[in-house]
């Protein structure tokens, strides 16, 4: 089973939009491309009182992905915008891992390769003491790890990939989101060269801050090409595909 998974230095990094940029490339190449978010917090009720998340709605649209898999893509979605474990917990609500897991393995069948999105960070809490690492470890994905490009992103990096490989997985590179090219000084400059030489991984892409794009307001329009002009998708096809057939 070909697939990547997502994760961030923090919330509100770019996981999604990230996410949704690489799904949306790959569709324009071709590729029948699937999305995951297997848990989401924060969700909004609909009009018809159903929770939706947001993160999902973004990634099935940049993928193209039919409403009738969104159980597949989101299995569970939680109103109070806290980490998982502790939203389940106050919604009565109770997370069985092993969904996520089948849930994916569907998603595998129907799609390839399947990019999945995290939650928070590398060790936010999904159920009781079951963190994202966890989740990673036992999809046994490639990861891609997005990070800001200001201060404190090189301490955020170096713990996240230092705790992932500490954990045994398989970190494959960094992407910078939120890039302004044209104010990029030596702040951003250094923190990229930084981050570089103290993971010893590629960065495979430094992704625009591009106001037509929005996660809260379902702007996807321009992610394929921001993607392929940004992004280093062939690298990133290089990660997804490993030795398994794309
Ligand atoms: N490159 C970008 N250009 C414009 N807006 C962005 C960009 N990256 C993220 N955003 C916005 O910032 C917020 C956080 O991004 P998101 O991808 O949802 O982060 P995460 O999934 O890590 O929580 C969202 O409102 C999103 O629309
Ligand atoms: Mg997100």
Redesign the pocket.
């Known amino acids: 089973m070909a697939g990547l998974f997502i994760t961030a230095t923090d919330t509100e990094v770019g996981?999604?939009v990230i996410t949704g940029a690489i799904a949306a490339a790959l569709r324009g190449r071709g590729c029948d491309v699937g999305v995951m978010k297997p848990v989401a917090s924060g969700g909004v009720a609909d009009r018809m009182g159903n929770i939706m998340a947001e993160?999902a709605a973004f990634l099935m649209q940049a993928a193209g992905i039919d409403s009738e898999e969104s159980r597949l893509v989101n299995p569970v979605c939680l109103a109070p915008a806290l980490t998982p474990a502790v939203a389940a917990a106050i919604s009565g609500v109770t997370i069985n891992i092993q969904d996520f897991i089948t849930s994916f393995q569907q998603l595998t069948q129907l799609h390839n390769p399947v990019i999945v999105?995290g939650v928070g960070g590398i060790v936010a809490p999904l159920w009781k003491k079951y963190t994202v690492a966890d989740l990673m470890a036992e999809l046994a994905l490639p990861v891609i790890v997005v990070v800001r490009p200001n201060l404190g992103t090189i301490n955020h990096t170096v713990l996240t990939v230092e705790y992932g490989r500490s954990r045994g997985l398989d970190i494959a590179g960094i992407i910078i989101n939120g890039w302004k090219q044209d104010h990029a000084g030596i702040l951003e400059t250094s923190n990229e060269e930084y981050i570089k030489e103290m993971t010893g991984l590629p960065i495979l892409g430094k992704f625009p801050y591009a106001p037509g794009i929005s996660v809260p307001k379902g702007k996807t329009a321009g992610l394929a090409q921001l993607a392929e002009e940004h992004l280093q998708m062939d690298a990133i096809i290089e990660v997804i595909r490993g030795r398994k057939e794309l």
Do not use: I, S, V
């Open positions: 996981k999604t993160d999105e």
